[in-house]
């Protein structure tokens, strides 16, 4: 209980305000964090109050440092969070190829890829804001050819763009 008063009187939070950033930080969802924060079962009523109590400064800042112990904890840097998303771009962009099986039962590449635009959009949008282009939209496009080559940027010009910083 002596933490939990300490922790109002340092942050200006509530229990449940310190519960929600705590859970916030944990799930990075903040329908989920106000759920379990407030007890609240209606799922619209979390939504709204959880992005509206998201939106207090002193809850920002709470979540900022819960982060940034994390980020301490586990010593994680700018440079390996970087290195890890050129990693998934460059597997993404990969792609992986298709397989069927063949008349002995065995399979075999057919010599078309599939890719995981997904992971390619999510590591390009993560990769813009680690550069600081808050990028809203990033979206892989497809050659319409029988290879379905991926054209977006490579992991290469991102790389250059963050040796220039």
């Given at each position: 209980m002596e933490e939990i008063e300490k922790l109002e009187k340092e942050h200006k939070l509530t229990a449940k305000q310190e519960k929600f950033c705590r859970e916030y930080v944990q799930t990075l969802n903040k329908t989920l964090a106000y759920q379990r924060a407030y007890n609240c079962e209606n799922y619209d009523s979390a939504r709204t109050l959880g992005s509206k109590l998201f939106a207090?400064?002193?809850?920002?800042?709470?979540?900022?440092?819960?982060?940034?112990?994390?980020?301490?904890?586990?010593?994680?840097?700018?440079?390996?969070?970087?290195?890890?998303?050129?990693?998934?771009?460059?597997k993404a962009q990969e792609g992986q190829p298709e397989m069927k099986m063949n008349r002995e039962g065995k399979f075999v590449p057919t010599g078309n890829k599939f890719y995981d635009f997904r992971a390619i959009n999510d590591a390009v949008k993560n990769l813009s804001n680690m550069c600081g282009f808050n990028v809203n939209e990033v979206k892989a496009e497809i050659k319409a050819n029988v290879e379905s080559d991926v054209n977006i940027i490579t992991a290469k010009d991102i790389a250059n763009e963050l040796m220039k910083k």
């Open positions: 207090n400064i002193d809850i920002q800042k709470r979540v900022d440092e819960l982060k940034a112990e994390i980020v301490q904890e586990y010593k994680i840097s700018r440079e390996q969070l970087i290195e890890k998303q050129l990693w998934v771009l460059n």
